[in-house]
Structures are given as structure tokens and as C-alpha cells.
């Protein structure tokens, strides 16, 4: 019987994929792989697997979505076990959640083995523990992609006075950070950007929230980045912010820790 895999690979840093992950890839016979997947976690697929990249990045169209269900749904019926690998957490944003209806409405059960979000695991790779009770009551984990019909609602949002940590925010950090300014939010609020986190060239930005989207362009940050926004953002590890002393686009006002 083939058996079909939606699996988190994690953040970037290979150690940071489950048991559980790297049991059921070595087990797939056709691995579809989304841009965010580090590549180095294939070392856990069989040498024979038949690898497909499916995401957008260097320079090829992405693949529809339709297109990846049913390339997944002809390896299935061919009898083929297919794990498909996304970065971070399958449901966490990523479209996991409409790949798996896709597969359920054709009749076919999916095992879905979770990874480490980014929202939680950028946070943490600068020292930012997301919930920390000094600080907030919770987390938001919100989408910055959406425009129109489909901004969220910031003005809730800034209400809720929770951590804010935005994903696919970095093309609209300019818009964000001006509706929650809008939305009552301090000027003061401390903020971070944490690209490519917990990968070699994982980069940061702290700033407060009316200098920050000046302090992200100047650094040149870009995507993937987890931006947070709230006072755990103060938290960030003096010993990360040094690393960047070097960067003199930086904001001076970004060490929070002094
Ligand atoms: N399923 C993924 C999220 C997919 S949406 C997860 O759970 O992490 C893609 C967004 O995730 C990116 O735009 C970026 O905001 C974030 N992201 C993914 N990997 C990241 C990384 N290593 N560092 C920073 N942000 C990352």
C-alpha cells in the first residue's frame, strides 16, 4: 500500500526535522520538495528516491497547486509512497491544510508529521521566547501577505496586545508597521527581523516599531523573515545584537538591552 506524508522539515537547521520526520522520508518513494526545505535534509530520503522541487525560488515558476496534488495523486495510484516536505510546520501557513482536503477529497489519508515552525524558531535562534509572561499573554501568529479584502485586522490585532509574529511580512513591512502605528500602537514598541533563521547566514534587525522599517531596508533584510513585534522583542540576546555591531545601518536605538 503507498502511504502519502505531509511533513514539516523544520526551520533550516537539519537538527531541528523530528524522528518522526526523517523516519517517514526515508520511507517515500517520490519526495516533492517546497522552496523553504533546506536541501541537506534529503540526506534522510532513500538515494533512490525520485526528488521533484516544486517551489518558486531560483528563477522557476512555482507549481500550481493543482498541479502538485495531482502529481502527488498520479504517484499514489502508480502504487508510489509520497512524502511531501515543506519547511517549518505543514499547517502553519504553507498551504498544508488545502494539500491534505485535496488528498482526502480523492479519497486518500494523509499522515502528517508537524515540524518546528519558524514563528516560534526565528524568535528563539535570537533568544526571543515568544510568550514570555513578563511580556505578553500569548502570540499571534499572523500572515503579512494579504492586502485589500485580505489584510488582517490590525487594529484588532494592536487590541489583543499579544506577540505579534508575522509571517510573508517583509515585502509590506512599511504598510504593517504604519497600520499598527495607525492602530495605536507605541512608537516604542521593540521589533525584530530575523532572516533565514537557524541557517548559516540567518541575519537580524532590531529596531522600535517607528524606526523599523527603515532599520529592515537599511540592513537589507529580506525574504524568508519572521518579524515580532511586542515587548519579548526586547529580549533579544545582547550576544546576537552584538554579531551585528558591526552593521552601522542599524538603527543606534536597537540594543534593547541596556
Ligand atoms: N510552514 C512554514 C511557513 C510557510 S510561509 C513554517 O511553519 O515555518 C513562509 C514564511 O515562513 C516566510 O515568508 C517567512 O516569513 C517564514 N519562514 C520560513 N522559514 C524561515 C526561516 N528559516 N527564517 C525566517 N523566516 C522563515
Redesign the pocket.
Given at each position: 500500500m503507498s502511504r502519502a506524508w505531509l511533513i514539516?522539515a523544520g526551520?533550516?537547521d537539519v537538527e531541528l526535522m523530528t524522528l518522526k520526520a526523517t523516519r517517514a522520508l526515508a520511507q517515500a518513494d517520490v519526495v516533492l520538495v517546497d522552496d523553504?526545505v533546506n536541501p541537506d535534509v534529503l540526506q534522510f530520503a532513500r538515494a533512490d528516491a525520485l526528488v521533484v522541487y516544486v517551489g518558486k525560488r531560483g528563477g522557476h515558476p512555482s507549481t500550481p497547486q493543482a498541479g502538485i496534488v495531482a502529481m502527488m495523486l498520479d504517484h499514489l495510484r502508480a502504487g508510489r509512497s509520497v512524502a511531501r516536505l515543506?519547511?517549518?510546520?505543514?499547517f502553519?501557513?504553507?498551504r498544508g491544510g488545502e494539500e491534505q482536503q485535496a488528498l482526502h477529497e480523492a479519497g486518500i489519508d494523509v499522515e502528517v508529521v508537524n515540524?518546528i515552525?519558524?514563528?516560534i524558531a526565528?524568535p528563539a535562534a535570537i533568544g526571543i521566547p515568544v510568550t514570555h509572561r513578563d511580556h505578553a499573554q500569548g502570540v499571534v501568529f499572523v500572515t503579512g501577505h494579504g492586502a485589500g479584502s485580505a489584510e488582517p485586522d490590525w487594529h484588532a490585532l494592536v487590541a489583543t496586545r499579544m506577540t505579534l509574529v508575522i509571517?510573508?511580512?517583509m515585502r509590506r513591512l512599511g504598510d504593517i508597521a504604519g497600520a499598527l502605528l495607525a492602530a495605536g500602537m507605541s512608537a516604542d514598541t521593540p521589533c525584530a527581523a530575523?532572516?533565514?533563521?537557524?541557517?548559516p547566514e540567518q541575519r537580524h534587525a532590531l529596531a522600535r516599531l517607528g524606526e523599523f522599517s527603515q532599520a529592515v531596508a537599511s540592513a537589507g533584510l529580506g525574504?524568508?523573515?519572521?518579524v515580532v513585534i511586542g515587548g519579548v522583542a526586547s529580549l533579544a540576546l545582547a550576544q546576537a545584537v552584538s554579531t551585528q555591531a558591526a552593521d552601522a545601518t542599524l538603527h543606534p536605538d536597537t540594543d534593547f538591552t541596556r
Open positions: 514539516g526551520p533550516g523553504l515543506k519547511g517549518g510546520d505543514p502553519v501557513f504553507g515540524g515552525t519558524a514563528g526565528a509571517y510573508m511580512g530575523i532572516e533565514s533563521a537557524t541557517r525574504s524568508p523573515a519572521i
